[in-house]
């Protein structure tokens, strides 16, 4: 048998891809020539993607290393010869995820010193292109032996709160010239490493497409990367600085996603004014405790619309930390944004009220100027007193214009729906069936509604009400979403839903007389 199989994570790797692409009959017949040989094709596929390099050194001999207590350790040195048992698999390796929390499989501090030992600079995986590490500060310093030449791809995050003085230094190895993506999101960095990061910065090339930082950065690592003429996404930080670019004439000439986190501050919304039009997608966060002016999405607008972008736009997300009131006044500018096909607006509901104050020709309004949505999501937190006159009817708009709505989630009012309440009405007095209410089913394409803590109707038969109510509105939809437990109500009008999707979904065989 190949040595392979003697690795339980490969072998079942093996097993899925075979029952992925062959039917059942040939399973056997290529289990037995898999466990022959196995090419250098078969071994390409194999190693091209690992989540641990726990399998690339279970290669070794089984009597040099043990698994206790999920890491890997190393009961004897390996010797010049043992340690070329794995020569024809570490180069196969092209992306790698580095995972050293503690409930997570990983490898003890002496193993990483071995390796570090007999592959220095970078040569232990020399074809490796992607490399994410979620790692502790105990282990990082050993992320310089992933650090090969032919890196393209660096997503770095720890699951420690506090900076360390070591990641300084380890920025500094980072191969930054031909880098295509470097992600270093929710990374903390003291403020010395903040200046190293900076200096690292200056040396990314035209090869970077992607730059995701948080930190703050020098003005002049700001100017440098707003010239790269390839850099399609960027995450950046315009908190407690204006975000000063001297002498700019085009900045992110090849932008195309945007991630923001902001302050009070609006200043930053000028760069848009002077970006080339292009951008299809904007995130906007607000940084803890602030919330938008009252004209921020009328400023917004108009920058977009200074560099043209209004017509570029597909994705718009905006989120607040503090409840933040949204109206009519807060979405009408938006509706000037015609080619978008995701809206999302993401703030915490206030104690008593919804954040939300739309009504029901609000949604009719934003439905038919929208029409071309994918996603509306105006959700938050805890919201169990949505307003009364965003209703169910807003719905019926929602499923006539937005016939392309796959996900939804909004703060309706159920039990203040008049559609509802006049069809529970005609239903309790037995003069109208309930069927009668709806001419014909919308051809809206939702499948997913997120209800999150919504209050249910209590009309008689509510729950039959809303499960035809629902089915009409959105034919396609599959699931009622929710942050915790489904109340009894919601759940029962899910059950019945499933229960209708599965009907539709039997085939009667044609029957041959």
């Known amino acids: ?16 891809h075979m029952f992925m692409w062959h039917t059942p009959q040939r399973i056997v017949l290529d289990w037995a020539l898999t466990c022959k040989t196995i090419s250098d094709p078969a071994l390409d596929v194999l190693w091209e993607t690992q989540d641990s390099l726990i399998n690339l050194l279970k290669t070794l001999p089984s009597d040099i290393w043990e698994v206790n207590r999920r890491k890997l350790h190393f009961t004897r040195i390996p010797t010049p010869y043992e340690w070329n048992c794995f020569e024809k698999y570490r180069h196969r390796i092209h992306n790698l995820q580095v995972n050293e929390e503690p409930h997570w499989d990983g490898l003890s501090t002496r193993v990483y010193q071995l390796l570090d030992l007999y592959f220095p600079n970078g040569s232990f995986l020399p074809n490796l292109q992607r490399l994410t590490c979620f790692i502790d500060w105990e282990h990082f310093v050993w992320i310089k032996l992933f650090l090969s030449p032919s890196l393209l791809f660096i997503d770095l995050n720890t699951f420690e709160n506090n900076p360390d003085p070591i990641a300084g230094p380890m920025l500094e190895l980072l191969p930054m010239k031909a880098l295509q993506a470097l992600h270093l999101e929710d990374f903390p960095l003291d403020a010395a490493s903040v200046r190293t990061l900076s200096s690292c910065l200056l040396k990314l090339s035209t090869p970077l497409q992607e730059l995701i930082t948080y930190h703050k950065i020098s003005e002049e690592a700001t100017n440098h990367i707003s010239r790269l003429s390839n850099l399609r996404v960027l995450g950046i930080s315009f908190r407690d600085s ?131 949505l994918e996603t509306l999501v105006f959700g938050g937190p805890r919201c169990g007193n949505p ?127």
């Open 387 to 513: 307003s009364p006159t965003f209703t169910m009817d807003g719905l019926f708009f929602l499923s006539k214009y937005c016939t392309s709505l796959l996900e939804l989630e909004v703060h309706f009012n159920a039990p203040q729906s008049r559609i509802f309440n006049h069809s529970a009405s005609l239903t309790e007095e037995g003069r109208v069936p309930i069927r009668t209410i709806f001419t014909q089913v919308s051809s809206c394409n939702l499948r997913w509604l997120y209800v999150r803590e919504l209050p249910f109707p209590r009309a008689p038969d509510s729950v039959g009400i809303m499960t035809y109510f629902l089915i009409h509105l959105f034919p396609h939809l599959d699931t009622i979403a929710h942050t915790g437990n489904l109340s009894e109500p919601w759940a029962e009008t899910q059950r019945g839903i499933q229960a209708w999707q599965a009907f539709r979904r039997i085939t009667v065989p044609a029957v041959t007389p």
């Open 242 to 372: 204006n975000f000063a670019l001297s002498g700019a004439t085009e900045i992110f000439p090849s932008l195309r996603c945007l991630y923001a986190q902001v302050d009070d501050d609006l200043g930053w919304l000028d760069l848009l004014k002077d970006m080339r039009a292009g951008l299809r997608y904007l995130s906007i966060t607000w940084a803890e405790g602030l919330v938008p002016s009252p004209d921020f999405t009328q400023r917004l607008v108009s920058a977009l619309n200074t560099s043209g972008t209004q017509e570029t736009l597909r994705v718009l997300r905006i989120n607040a930390s503090r409840p933040w009131n949204v109206s009519k006044t807060t979405i009408t500018p938006i509706l000037s944004l015609r080619n978008l096909t995701t809206l999302e607006i993401h703030t915490p509901c206030h104690t008593h009220t919804c954040a939300f104050d739309l009504a029901d020709p609000d949604i009719a309004q934003l439905a038919s100027s929208l029409c071309r």
């Open 1 to 16: 048998m190949h040595h392979i199989f003697q690795i339980d994570e490969l072998t079942k790797q093996i097993t899925r």
